[in-house]
């Protein structure tokens, strides 16, 4: 009989089970409810901010602020791209951007494979001055480096922007990790009995094993040098070196531009900046998750 | 042989990557360093050592300590505002891990820390100005005195806390998300046969398992916090085109006293300060982290 009762269960088991589902229901969407209203209040300011670019200054003043313009103009954006020179702006940042990327990429792929599979004592004590260098600020250093850009002549320029995003200590950690994780010995053993050669290891072997590893660091690197600041803004100081961010920046403390020219500027800038993000999400929550994962 | 051979091949490979490391990062640190015991002043040929007469000065000068004080409330401030909510969504969204919404959730907490500083500010700029601002109108509408957010030294302050917290939060609930996605699903199972609620396991089983994120979370909040630059300079820069006069922070004050005053010998002297303050954090991280190892 006892065993019986385990199998079917009773009426009012049922109602008790049917009791707790709508419990746990009701309790799903009271989260789904308040983690739709945190999503909403962190995008608003930003859904604000596209929608003013597209208002007339009256527009701008009414309460409560509207989402879609009553009656959407593109002055503001004309305004914007007749003063200043938006678009070279876009173009020195997006150059900037993909440079450093480069960069970053070649050389985090280059020295954390050595890091990785070369255990020498050299290759250790090197490997220890990277990690002790990792935590000092860019902030703490940029200006000697200032001057070294200086007196190799390449202040207001791309080399200029570059010279402080040439390496990422983080870049070359990320590398390392999944060089130890995902490259087996036996591997590389493997082909260096069959002949191969060092270089051709690298290129053949390793770089394609990486490619997730650096597809997530390439996102990264992108990301940090198109939202630098400090740095361009003391290296870029002639209004057609600007990058974005120094020119929005510097564009704003004018005090004859209003709000509707301020917000076409940026909407400029972050339209494609969140599409882009958007696209390469999967890269990106890689790349910086494996940032809290260096146990 | 071989082993002779490797050698060679790791240093070949290592060596662009070490000189560019050791170019644009070694040497500034190292000058930085030695800068701050010098006095130096662009316009003048000669540079007298004068020992740690730069720190002596700085002790006293109203200007660095006001801004060290501000920067100390802004890192804080942030601090305080992002880890507790950052905990709380990442749990909630890590509950609805399974629901088609999580990934929305993730993406729009995790939008503001992506996109470029300089347009993101600008939003924010809108939301606290005081003349066109929907958080005075909304004041306003519920009675409230309106206030100059923007142009009080204390709430200006508070703007920029709020607007560094909503940049930090994505960050911090992200890493969050990935520690609850590491911790072991048999422990909350014992937890729930023994009948803990929701809210006890969070309090009693993911709040101390996830000591370590927290700390690690704590730590590069606090360190953005110290370095914080565009921000202060968006928002609260005054209309006459000098920024940072209602809010001064450490890297304002350094850049100014780098290039305004061209006193570069006590700007590297602030920089200092900063590079202590940054290593301290992470050492008092470390040791609470081996503590915890040790119980």
Redesign the interface.
């Given at each position: 009989m006892d065993t019986m009762r385990t199998i079917e269960p009773t009426a009012d088991e049922l109602a008790e089970g049917r009791r707790l589902r709508r419990k746990k229901q009701a309790?799903?969407l009271a989260?789904?409810v308040?983690?739709?209203i945190?999503?909403?209040m962190?995008?608003l300011?930003?859904v604000?901010?596209v929608a003013?670019a597209f208002k007339t200054p009256a527009e701008?003043?009414s309460?409560?602020?509207t989402i879609i313009p009553r009656d959407p103009t593109i002055a503001n954006f004309s305004a914007v791209l007749g003063e200043t020179p938006l678009l070279r702006w876009i173009g020195n940042s997006i150059a900037f951007a993909v440079l450093s990327t480069i960069a970053i990429v070649a050389?985090s792929a280059?020295?954390g494979?050595?890091?990785g599979k070369?255990r020498?004592r050299?290759?250790n004590i090197?490997f220890a001055?990277?990690l002790a260098?990792a935590?000092?600020?860019?902030?703490?250093?940029?200006?000697?480096?200032y001057?070294?850009a200086k007196s190799l002549g390449i202040l207001n320029s791309l080399w200029g922007l570059l010279?402080?995003y040439?390496?990422m200590s983080f870049g070359i950690f990320l590398v390392r990790q999944n060089v130890i994780h995902s490259i087996p010995d036996e591997l590389l053993e493997a082909a260096?009995i069959d002949g191969a050669g060092?270089?051709w290891i690298?290129f053949r072997i390793v770089l394609p094993l990486l490619r997730g590893a650096l597809g997530a660091l390439a996102v990264l690197a992108f990301?940090q040098a198109?939202?630098a600041?400090?740095w361009p803004?003391?290296v870029a100081t002639t209004r057609s070196s600007y990058t974005?961010?120094v020119g929005?920046?510097l564009f704003?403390?004018?005090?004859t531009v209003d709000?509707g020219r301020?917000?076409a500027?940026?909407?400029t800038?972050?339209i494609p900046?969140?599409l882009l993000?958007?696209l390469l999400?999967r890269n990106?929550?890689q790349g910086?998750?494996s940032?809290?994962?260096k146990? | 042989m071989l082993k002779r051979k490797r050698f060679i091949f790791a240093m070949l490979a290592i060596l662009p990557t070490l000189a560019i490391f050791a170019y644009v990062r070694l040497y500034p640190i190292a000058d930085t360093l030695r800068l701050s015991l010098y006095q130096w002043n662009i316009l003048s040929k000669n540079k007298p050592f004068i020992g740690l007469a730069n720190f002596r000065e700085l002790m006293g000068d109203h200007l660095f300590l006001d801004a060290l004080i501000n920067t100390t409330i802004i890192a804080f401030g942030v601090l305080a505002l992002t880890i507790p909510m950052a905990l709380v969504i990442a749990a909630l969204i890590f509950h609805r891990t399974r629901s088609r919404m999580a990934g929305f959730y993730e993406t729009a907490v995790f939008i503001p820390h992506v996109v470029s500083l300089v347009p993101a500010a600008m939003a924010w700029k809108w939301i606290f100005d005081a003349r066109l601002g929907p958080l005075n109108a909304l004041l306003d509408f519920f009675g409230i005195p309106m206030q100059s957010w923007l142009f009080d030294p204390v709430l200006s302050v508070i703007c920029i806390i709020v607007l560094c917290s909503w940049q930090a939060l994505g960050y911090a609930v992200l890493i969050y998300l990935v520690g609850f996605k590491n911790l072991p699903v048999s422990l909350y199972e014992a937890a729930k046969l023994d009948g803990a609620s929701g809210r006890q396991s969070f309090w009693h089983l993911s709040i101390p398992m996830l000591k370590p994120i927290t700390l690690y979370v704590s730590v590069v909040t606090l360190v953005s916090g110290f370095n914080v630059y565009a921000q202060a300079f968006v928002l609260a820069s005054d209309a006459q085109g000098a920024p940072g006069r209602q809010v001064r922070v450490l890297v304002l004050d350094m850049l100014e006293n780098s290039f305004r005053n061209y006193r570069v010998g006590y700007a590297a002297s602030e920089a200092v300060v900063l590079l202590v303050i940054v290593l301290a954090l992470t050492l008092i991280q470390f040791s609470m982290l081996r503590e915890k190892g040790k119980a």
């Open positions: 309790t799903n989260i789904d308040f983690l739709l945190v999503s909403i962190m995008l300011p930003l604000f901010l003013n701008m003043l309460w409560p602020p050389t280059i020295a494979y050595v890091f070369f020498f050299t290759m090197l001055l990277f260098t935590i000092v600020p860019f902030e703490v250093y940029m200006i000697p480096l001057f070294q010279l402080g040439l390496v260096r060092e270089f690298f990301f198109w939202t600041f400090a803004m003391i974005i961010e929005l920046a704003q403390t004018g005090f709000l301020l917000s500027a940026s909407a800038v972050l900046s969140i993000f958007v999400r990106f929550v910086v998750a940032t809290g994962l146990e | -």
